[in-house]
């Protein structure tokens, strides 16, 4: 990697406010609908270029739920882990079957066992067919997946007590 920086570098930097404008809106919206859908008040939106993602944040109990935008893989995707912490990950071997019926995986990580359901951003920008509804139909896709994520923290909940 070239420690300079070239005019791409410097365009991208000029574009990063407005992008994270037109993505705060859409995160204004999710904040909103996690807090009322997994009710809890320790929500915060964070922007975290080294992790490479732009997610709010909730904490619920031992499991943290990220809700939002992550840049990985030379990709970006948009949608929804919960972070279980290593010494309860059995709880979520025993709820693979679950997972399965929602179409959520999970994989290890330092740390944690990270449940999630993730779509490439791309794919929902670029095959909508009315641009006009494609905000609408990309925070519904989000509900959707906040409505399963609820379901699924209760029965990660349940299995570990």
């Avoid at 009322?36 to 709010?56: A, G, H, R």
């Avoid at 912490?85 to 025993?94: E, F, I, T």
């Avoid at 019926?101 to 929902?124: I, L, M, N, P, T």
Wanted: with cysteine; proline share 1%.
């Amino acid at each position: 990697m070239k420690d300079t920086i070239n005019y791409q570098n410097l365009g991208t930097l000029m574009n990063l406010t407005e992008t994270i404008a037109k993505l705060d809106d859409y995160l204004f919206h999710i904040k909103n609908y996690l807090e009322t859908e997994l009710q809890s008040f320790k929500t915060d939106t964070q922007l975290n270029i080294k992790e490479k993602e732009y997610v709010v944040v909730q904490e619920l109990g031992d499991l943290t739920v990220k809700v939002g935008f992550n840049w990985q893989y030379d990709d970006i995707y948009f949608g929804v882990r919960i972070y279980v912490p290593k010494a309860n990950g059995n709880v979520v071997l025993d709820l693979t079957e679950k997972l399965k019926k929602y179409q959520w995986g999970y994989g290890k990580e330092e740390d944690y066992f990270v449940v999630s359901h993730e779509r490439r951003f791309a794919d929902e920008l670029f095959t909508n067919d009315e641009p006009e509804n494609e905000w609408s139909a990309i925070i519904e896709l989000f509900t959707d997946r906040i409505n399963e994520c609820k379901i699924i923290t209760e029965e990660l909940r349940k299995v570990a007590v």
